[in-house]
């Protein structure tokens, strides 16, 4: 048996006020085509088909390889969009669902209940239904005695009795293929508006006394169709409250779900306590324990086990376990702050390296160095590494003191167990074991040479 998905994604969107194609607006966190694709790749066992039309090129080069894209031109209606499919599947698949990717709520456990209920199904349509007060333009589902759809009623055209339906045509549908394309083929354009339209084959196949089948959607807000800023506000805070659950029932505790802000794709491990206003996006995982918040912003960043983040912003860094940073801390691309590593308020670390049970103090920067096991920085401390032109290096050792003010004026090294006075200004290298002190810094002494008169 093979499966495929159409995804609906041509259209315009004019009521978004936007020179971005629709399917592109993000929701939380991702372009919404992207939610689409996600929930209809596991159902499908062949490569699923993307119409395109406005912004087609755009759209192309998000999809990439996990789609076919086919170009629709003109743009007339739903029915002719599904037609543009026909010479990528026809004879190939057995089964086509047809979605919208404006709708980016749908699960994939729901795409995949529609396709049983299709497999089951004598006729050629199974397809999705919701009951809801406001029927926001969608058409009324009309049931036969024993159950199957007898018809679609688009609301203008709907009597007074048939508005009052709560059942709504959702759209969605699944079809078994080659009846489609012999139905696609028969639809008729609607003279009013010189369309296609894809609900004209549930007309067609109840005329040819087939079945159609209903599958009656329990949430709602699966629904949730994109035409403006609003309803994509409305999508969001849906889809945030769902993955916030998600998190929840998989161990996870947050202290206020409605002020927490979780994108899709960040993993976080159970006994984690994420505080409110705290928001956590891009490729991010977080491990088991942390306490993170409140008022803190990760992006793109990798944590450990048992961290302790407060108020701190973190992008494209990594903390391993037992690191904790803040409150007002600053972790840039490319740092690195390994086992037990603490960093005191209003620091921030950038293509730098903490290497195990390193302290730093508050106010300090550190660029462009790799600082050792144990070693303390003072507070006020700056690593010099920009001279106008270049970026420089400076490496720490081990075991190493750094007082307070001390500024490092790359490139330069200090060797394990070397120790700076307060309001240093380092310039020259600094061996194992010495104190160095004043403007610019000068050895006084060798603290591990020991006096033997």
């Given at each position: 048996?093979?499966?495929?998905?159409?995804?609906?994604?041509?259209?315009?969107?004019?009521?978004?006020?936007?020179?971005?194609?629709?399917?592109?607006?993000?929701?939380?966190?991702?372009?919404?085509?992207?939610?689409?694709?996600?929930?209809?790749?596991?159902?499908?066992?062949?490569?699923?088909?993307?119409?395109?039309?406005?912004?087609?090129?755009?759209?192309?080069?998000?999809?990439?390889?996990?789609?076919?894209?086919?170009?629709?031109?003109?743009?007339?209606?739903?029915?002719?969009?599904?037609?543009?499919?026909?010479?990528?599947?026809?004879?190939?698949?057995?089964?086509?669902?047809?979605?919208?990717?404006?709708?980016?709520?749908?699960?994939?456990?729901?795409?995949?209940?529609?396709?049983?209920i299709q497999k089951k199904n004598s006729g050629p349509i199974s397809m999705l239904t919701v009951i809801a007060d406001d029927p926001r333009?969608?058409?009324?589902?009309?049931?036969k005695p024993d159950g199957t759809v007898a018809a679609i009623v688009e609301e203008h055209v709907a009597t007074s009795e048939q508005k009052?339906?709560?059942?709504?045509?959702?759209?969605?549908?699944?079809?078994?293929?080659?009846?489609?394309?012999?139905?696609?083929?028969?639809?008729?354009?609607?003279?009013?508006?010189?369309?296609?339209?894809?609900?004209?084959?549930?007309?067609?196949?109840?005329?040819?006394?087939?079945?159609?089948?209903?599958?009656?959607?329990?949430?709602?807000?699966?629904?949730?169709?994109?035409?403006?800023?609003?309803?994509?506000?409305?999508?969001?805070?849906?889809?945030?409250?769902?993955?916030?659950?998600?998190?929840?029932?998989?161990?996870?505790?947050?202290?206020?779900?409605?002020?927490?802000?979780?994108?899709?794709?960040?993993?976080?491990?159970?006994?984690?306590?994420?505080?409110?206003?705290?928001?956590?996006?891009?490729?991010?995982?977080?491990?088991?324990?942390?306490?993170?918040?409140?008022?803190?912003?990760?992006?793109?960043?990798q944590i450990g086990n048992d961290c302790q983040v407060f108020m701190s912003v973190i992008e494209q860094a990594q903390l391993e376990d037992?690191?904790?940073?803040?409150?007002?801390?600053?972790?840039?691309?490319?740092?690195?702050?390994?086992?037990?590593?603490?960093?005191?308020?209003?620091?921030?670390?950038?293509?730098?390296?903490?290497?195990?049970?390193?302290?730093?103090?508050?106010?300090?920067?550190?660029?462009?160095?790799?600082?050792?096991?144990?070693?303390?920085?003072?507070?006020?401390?700056?690593?010099?590494?920009?001279?106008?032109?270049?970026?420089?290096?400076?490496?720490?050792?081990?075991?190493?003191?750094?007082?307070?003010?001390?500024?490092?004026?790359?490139?330069?090294?200090?060797?394990?167990?070397?120790?700076?006075?307060?309001?240093?200004?380092?310039?020259?290298?600094?061996?194992?074991?010495?104190?160095?002190?004043?403007?610019?810094?000068?050895?006084?002494?060798?603290?591990?040479?020991?006096?033997?008169?």
């Amino acid at each position: 048996m093979k499966v495929t998905a159409v995804l609906l994604a041509a259209g315009q969107g004019t009521r978004m006020k936007s020179e971005l194609p629709k399917v592109l607006h993000h929701l939380n966190g991702k372009p919404m085509l992207w939610h689409s694709l996600q929930a209809l790749k596991p159902v499908s066992t062949e490569k699923l088909v993307v119409i395109v039309g406005h912004g087609a090129d755009q759209v192309k080069d998000f999809v990439g390889d996990d789609a076919n894209c086919v170009y629709q031109e003109p743009q007339l209606g739903t029915g002719h969009a599904a037609m543009q499919a026909e010479d990528h599947l026809k004879g190939k698949v057995d089964y086509v669902i047809v979605s919208y990717a404006d709708m980016p709520l749908l699960r994939g456990e729901t795409f995949q209940q529609l396709l049983e209920i299709q497999k089951k199904n004598s006729g050629p349509i199974s397809m999705l239904t919701v009951i809801a007060d406001d029927p926001r333009g969608f058409g009324r589902i009309q049931r036969k005695p024993d159950g199957t759809v007898a018809a679609i009623v688009e609301e203008h055209v709907a009597t007074s009795e048939q508005k009052t339906i709560k059942e709504l045509n959702v759209g969605v549908y699944c079809f078994s293929a080659d009846w489609l394309w012999d139905a696609l083929s028969r639809i008729q354009k609607n003279q009013q508006r010189g369309e296609y339209y894809l609900t004209d084959t549930v007309e067609l196949a109840v005329k040819d006394n087939l079945t159609v089948e209903a599958l009656l959607l329990e949430d709602h807000l699966e629904t949730i169709g994109i035409n403006t800023r609003i309803h994509l506000a409305e999508a969001e805070a849906a889809i945030r409250q769902r993955n916030n659950q998600d998190l929840m029932l998989a161990g996870v505790t947050m202290i206020d779900p409605d002020s927490t802000y979780i994108e899709a794709g960040v993993t976080i491990g159970k006994d984690t306590t994420v505080r409110p206003n705290t928001y956590i996006q891009g490729t991010t995982t977080i491990g088991e324990g942390c306490d993170l918040g409140p008022n803190t912003h990760i992006k793109n960043s990798q944590i450990g086990n048992d961290c302790q983040v407060f108020m701190s912003v973190i992008e494209q860094a990594q903390l391993e376990d037992n690191v904790d940073i803040g409150p007002f801390a600053r972790l840039r691309k490319g740092a690195h702050l390994m086992d037990h590593v603490h960093m005191g308020n209003f620091g921030e670390v950038k293509d730098s390296v903490l290497g195990p049970g390193a302290k730093i103090g508050h106010f300090c920067y550190i660029g462009n160095a790799n600082i050792g096991a144990n070693t303390n920085i003072g507070a006020g401390t700056i690593t010099c590494n920009y001279d106008g032109f270049k970026k420089h290096h400076t490496e720490i050792g081990e075991n190493v003191f750094i007082g307070s003010d001390t500024m490092l004026v790359a490139p330069l090294k200090l060797g394990d167990r070397s120790r700076t006075g307060a309001g240093s200004v380092v310039t020259k290298d600094v061996k194992e074991g010495s104190l160095v002190v004043g403007m610019p810094a000068r050895a006084v002494r060798n603290l591990e040479k020991r006096d033997t008169n």
